[in-house]
């Protein structure tokens, strides 16, 4: 790490591999589809890592993350995001290009894509099992009919299934929490399957939020799972239960430049713009946006919770530590930081740096 | 605004070149060089605006951005964030070819600085006039004494002055707050620029933040000014009575993807990655993540403030909004977002377009 001399956001890629293979065994013995959602890392050469586990299928969040993944050689991609109708040219180019799907959840855009689709493309309808965020409740068959209707107007559009994301899942307060909101998922999105399949035989389920994915264990009629945090997990998953400190592929290495001794506090080069100001509670109640890694003989040290970054400006970090870990912080030390959310750090970093030194782009690069 | 179909950062140039000129003119009738910070902005491009106003000397937040800005043709740089030893080597470079201001608050520092620097460059002394983020406070003057006495042993460094950011007029609660803040730190400053100037009779005081330097008039003794929000404003410096909606030059322009009429929520493609996710309080007490102008009747119309951006997650925004304002929200439609924090909105931007359509680059192009 002797060559970082500004805040780097730097990737384990054996860990993130452990990550990738648990996951596709996962998917794999539960007969589902693995299409991993790539918003996390966003990087064409992390792409490749998912390959040696034969992933042909991915997922996305952004019309313009599908065009960098497809000229990056992927051929089967599903955004998951409401549609943006404003894109419909470039939908219909990647349509005419690879397998694509998009994610619908009303009349409104079902009536605009039945006039402007091109090209064969695969519809799912967005279901909201309780994360309220973006969806159709799954009682509201009419409006599911209505819009399944509407789309047998136009012959490139096929209706390929049901996806919800069980984004509740993150804010669950306990690991049983995680696997009762699963399992109210699974009955809705089931419970839909079974209407629908009188019609449409082959209709599917696609599930997927890391938090459900990791922990939970009844996938039963689910055709695909999406998750994408796993990949390099962080802070709030660890908080959560989901998973270990040593499943945490991801550190964004940053320089100490300050020493506050009379507030016990250390200053890095690495604020919000680096970082990110996703933030959870720590053990003190306060807020938390990292927790700490040092070297410390030789020996890579996790301090202990009430050691952490505590604030965040554009570019500083500021770091309440113990007075007994004071004295091992000097200007000049490179400090890692585990990140609470490591998808919007991930989004921040122009390039990373693996722990074998290896520079790796993205679509943010 | 027909071409937008994604998230857009969109500059009113116009709203721009009036907040310079402001500026400009407050320095100038003060007799203090107006040394504007970059970081706000980030773009060569809106750094000529500035030249319109005679401003040759820039402040920027990091070794990277002096760079970019060297680069694109400023020649006095002060990068007001404490030296980052690690980067001696681009230091030395930058100090080669222009004229450079680094920022040191602790004797560490400049035991590492006096054996490593090669060419003629400024120190300003970090102060602490109650922000408590980095600095030194202004009454430990042996430390001063041991820092400027430190740096008399390399003749390539010479002594520019006490620099300060009044940060903490960002928390005020009153614009009285603000000045009484301000006048606070303007007294420590100017204590110890009596002090030293009996050594250093050419010792200048810095101050700079946007809120005491748009609102105050007591500059009694600042040698310069360096404020970098001021350029765009945004809803934290119009919540804390800085400046009116009419001074804010910014908008994240954003497509209308679903509408929940159940929760009477609108959801717009502009989420953490394009808004950031700095907040305030909203007046019904909740985390407000921007102010919502939609296009009514030909005319751009600011809602009230109990329609607003309630959430964020990665790439999709929620807003929150009445049942009268429900009916004027289409799929397919853009909105305007009035950001919190214009700093971090405009660093998440990979480039700007200007209410005239001119698209504009930044560091992070």
Redesign the interface.
């Given at each position: 790490m002797t060559e970082?001399?500004?805040p780097t956001f730097v990737v384990d890629k054996e860990i993130c591999l452990r990550n990738i293979e648990r996951m596709a065994k996962k998917a794999s013995e539960n007969k589902m589809r693995f299409r991993p959602h790539f918003?996390t890392h966003q990087s064409a050469k992390i792409g490749e890592w998912f390959k040696l586990f034969d992933v042909d299928a991915i997922t996305v969040?952004?019309?313009?993350m599908a065009e960098y993944f497809a000229t990056n050689g992927w051929k089967d991609i599903t955004i998951a995001?409401?549609?943006?109708?404003?894109?419909i040219t470039?939908i219909n180019r990647l349509a005419a290009n690879i397998k694509l799907n998009i994610l619908v959840?009303?009349l409104?855009?079902a009536q605009?894509l039945i006039k402007k689709i091109r090209y064969p493309i695969g519809i799912y309808i967005k279901i909201d099992t309780g994360y309220?965020?973006?969806g159709i409740?799954p009682s509201k068959t009419g409006i599911i009919e209505n819009i399944i209707s509407c789309f047998s107007q136009n012959k490139k559009i096929t209706l390929k299934g049901f996806l919800t994301h069980t984004?509740h899942t993150y804010q669950a307060r306990s690991t049983n929490e995680i696997f009762s909101r699963h399992f109210d998922a699974l009955l809705k999105m089931k419970s839909l399957k079974q209407r629908f399949k009188i019609d449409f035989p082959k209709i599917e389920i696609s599930m997927g939020d890391t938090p459900s994915n990791t922990l939970c264990t009844n996938f039963s009629d689910v055709d695909e799972i999406r998750p994408g945090n796993f990949i390099f997990y962080d802070l709030m998953m660890e908080n959560l239960g989901v998973c270990d400190y040593k499943d945490i592929a991801v550190r964004m290495v940053c320089?100490v430049?300050?020493?506050?001794l009379?507030?016990n506090e250390i200053?890095i080069?690495g604020g919000?713009?680096h970082l990110?100001?996703?933030s959870i509670a720590n053990i003190d109640g306060k807020r938390m946006f990292g927790r700490i890694v040092i070297q410390k003989d030789g020996e890579k040290k996790l301090l202990p919770p009430l050691n952490y970054v505590a604030?965040l400006?554009?570019?500083?970090g500021?770091l309440k530590v113990t007075q007994a870990q004071f004295k091992n912080f000097?200007?000049?030390d490179?400090v890692e930081i585990i990140p609470v959310h490591s998808?919007?750090t991930a989004?921040?970093a122009?390039k990373y740096l693996t722990t074998d030194g290896e520079e790796i782009l993205t679509v943010?690069s």
């Open positions: 970082i001399i500004r918003k969040s952004s019309v313009n995001f409401p549609v943006n109708v404003l894109e470039n959840e009303n409104d855009s605009i309220n965020r973006t409740a984004g320089p430049v300050a020493k506050q009379s507030r200053v080069y919000a713009v990110s100001q996703d604030r400006s554009q570019e500083h500021i000097q200007v000049g490179l998808c919007l989004n921040l122009k943010n």
